[in-house]
Structure formats: structure tokens, C-alpha cells
T-cell receptor, first 112, second 114 residues
């Protein structure tokens, strides 16, 4: 998986609680992305980062925030989890824009 | 919004046969990528084809791109049971070089019958 890990791999939480998912890479790639995958929707971009402290919104960013204080770590935070955020979350990395993206193993999140 | 749309949504063939999946998209692209996802696992990159390329090969995989029709196809030859998976096309945003991420279709679920 191109040196990408995600933690936790599985999480069950309750509505209204904060949740942080971590993506860690050992490839020193500049670009990092968070996607969510839901049945009937494929993968959709949540947020992305084009460098340390440089982030921007994707297609479905409402209810999510991100931070990148180091090249290797990209954090996705659900400030107050809702049931609609139950999903599988994937992190991806890329060395350059318009190049192959390499995906992590995913995090399954269930919000009750 | 969904950029790529795969067709068919599901495909079941016998082992040894060829499998063809199609992808259509709506806006101009810089490149198109195909990914495979086994059940419950992450996505594995298969091929990237750039907008100025028409065909690309990788082992048993052949990808074509027709930018005039905004479509691509993925051909898997001599299929094996291990090819059973979902296949996704993904396009990048044509935004003057911005790192906008990929836009995925909903995928084709391929089943190879032994």
C-alpha cells in the first residue's frame, strides 16, 4: 500500500462525539487526500492537502476539518459526528499533481 | 458530482474469457485512471492514461481513451478468479493544474466464475 497507514482501522462512536482519523505516510509525498466511500456513490473527495499547513475543501467537506502539521501526517476530524458520516474513509497520497494516487487500507466508521 | 460513470454496473463471466468495462465522463481531463478494489479492501492502482494517449497496456490489461467521446474502456484478457473485484475509473479535475483530487465513478463489479 505504498507506505500508507490509517488509524484506527475500525471505529464505533456515538452521535455528537468528536472523531479524528489519522493518515500516515512514509513516502514523503507532497499531496494527501481524504475520500469517503458509500454504497451508490463511489468515492468522493472530502479535503486535500498540497503541503504542510496547506489544505483545501473537496466535494463533500461539510462537517469535516483537516490538519497537516507534518509532511507525513494528515488528520481528518469530525467535530460532532452524525449518522450520515457513517462510511469507509480512505486516505491517498501522490508525489505530484495529476499523477497516480496511492490509497491506504481505509477506516470503517460507524456513528450510532 | 459524479464525473465518471462505469458500464456495466455488474459483469459475470467465465474464467478465461475477456472482460470489458467502459467509463464515460463529462468534462475535459488531464488523465484518467483505473483502480481495482477487492471486497473490503483498499484501492489498487491499475493504469493511468493521459489525455494525449489513446491506448495503454499493462500485462493482461488494456486501456483505451477517446477524448472526443469522453470515454475509456478497460479490457482484462484471459480472466482469472483473482480478477473478481470492483473496478473504478477516476478522472482528475481540469483546473489549470490544481490538486483537486480525483472524481470516481460508481464502479463495475466483476465476477469471474470458475
Amino acid at each position: 500500500d505504498a507506505g500508507i497507514t490509517q488509524s484506527p482501522r475500525h471505529k464505533v462512536t456515538e452521535t455528537g462525539t468528536p472523531v479524528t482519523l489519522r493518515c500516515h505516510q512514509t513516502e514523503n509525498h507532497r499531496y494527501m487526500y481524504w475520500y469517503r466511500q458509500d454504497p451508490g456513490h463511489g468515492l468522493r473527495l472530502i479535503h486535500y492537502s498540497y503541503g504542510v499547513k496547506d489544505t483545501d475543501k473537496g466535494e463533500v467537506s461539510d462537517g469535516y476539518s483537516v490538519s497537516r502539521s507534518k509532511t507525513e501526517d494528515f488528520l481528518l476530524t469530525l467535530e460532532s459526528a452524525t449518522s450520515s458520516q457513517t462510511s469507509v474513509y480512505f486516505c491517498a497520497i501522490s508525489p505530484r499533481v495529476q499523477e497516480t494516487q496511492y490509497f491506504g487500507p481505509g477506516t470503517r466508521l460507524l456513528v450510532l | 458530482s459524479q464525473q465518471g460513470e462505469e458500464d456495466p454496473q455488474a459483469l459475470s463471466i467465465q474464467e478465461g474469457e475477456n472482460a470489458t468495462m467502459n467509463c464515460s465522463y463529462k468534462t475535459s481531463i488531464n488523465n484518467l485512471q483505473w483502480y481495482r478494489q477487492n471486497s473490503g479492501r483498499g484501492l489498487v492502482h491499475l493504469i493511468l492514461i493521459r489525455s494525449n494517449e489513446r491506448e495503454k497496456h499493462s500485462g493482461r490489461l488494456r486501456v483505451t481513451l477517446d477524448t472526443s467521446k469522453k470515454s475509456s474502456s478497460l479490457l482484462i484478457t484471459a480472466s482469472r478468479a483473482a480478477d473478481t473485484a470492483s473496478y473504478f475509473c477516476a478522472t482528475d479535475g481540469y483546473s489549470g493544474g490544481g490538486a483537486d483530487g480525483l472524481t470516481f465513478g460508481k464502479g463495475t463489479h466483476l465476477i469471474i466464475q470458475p
